[in-house]
């Protein structure tokens, strides 16, 4: 089943990524504080879109069975709650968001600011905003209704799956800039993991054959390849 959730995907978000990662090495070290900043705004987002689909599942339960909501609710909490330094079997560790912040140091020499500035005056900022909120869009409302929670958790499932090639590919193009990072280690050690968890959660709750999954996972391919191709523009206008 997981090889036919995986040819929902046309490779897109793939070649995106990989665009963009080969190219930013060459970024003007002058220009990693905005950029990185501006991207770790769309990395924080994540933590928003996997409490958006533990809502969408949660919130179904007029509309569905116990059981398949419970094991889809303990599967799918796993990736969410190790962003904030919960792991299986371990003590409470650095969020990612602290991790982040650590990274950003290292490879700025600065303190990343603790907000984001409202104005539009970084590009980077800009555009991880915009496909936030178009993420974001893709699930409101959190209304009960079994088929938003199942298209929520193929949202999820997209997510996880490719963010084992974005970090790999992340983890690789900062290793070639000649920075190294505990967060960047971090994620690459568990997304694998997560990648899985999501798989349960979802087919705990739904077939991937079903129309509203394959939709979720194509949707999820678009906002992730959109928004590297525009990364990849601002970077080439930049450079």
Not at 124 to 149: Q, Y
Request: hydrophobic residues 45%; charged residues 25%; glycine residues 6%.
């Amino acid at each position: 089943m997981h090889g036919a959730m995986e040819g929902s995907f046309a490779g897109s978000a793939v070649v995106s990524m990989r665009a963009f990662y080969d190219a930013m090495p060459r970024q003007p070290r002058a220009e990693w504080p905005r950029m990185m900043h501006g991207m770790g705004y769309n990395f924080e987002f994540y933590d928003a879109l996997f409490a958006l689909v533990l809502a969408h599942v949660q919130l179904s339960f007029d509309d569905g069975d116990y059981t398949p909501r419970h094991e889809a609710m303990q599967a799918a909490l796993v990736p969410f709650c190790s962003e904030f330094g919960i792991e299986l079997r371990k003590d409470l560790e650095r969020s990612h968001r602290s991790l982040y912040a650590e990274f950003f140091r290292v490879a700025t020499g600065s303190v990343m600011p603790e907000r984001y500035p409202k104005d539009d005056r970084n590009p980077w900022l800009t555009a991880s905003r915009r496909w936030a909120e178009r993420m974001r869009s893709r699930l409101a409302p959190a209304d009960g209704s079994i088929d938003r929670a199942r298209y929520a958790l193929g949202y999820l499932w997209a997510v996880e799956r490719l963010s084992v090639d974005e970090f790999t590919m992340m983890r690789a193009a900062w290793h070639r800039a000649g920075v190294g990072a505990a967060y960047l280690d971090a994620h690459c050690a568990v997304e694998e993991d997560h990648d899985a968890f999501a798989t349960r959660a979802l087919l705990a709750f739904a077939s991937p054959d079903e129309p509203l999954v394959r939709q979720a996972i194509r949707d999820h391919e678009d906002d992730l390849g959109g928004y590297y191709r525009e990364l990849t523009t601002l970077l080439c206008a930049l450079a």
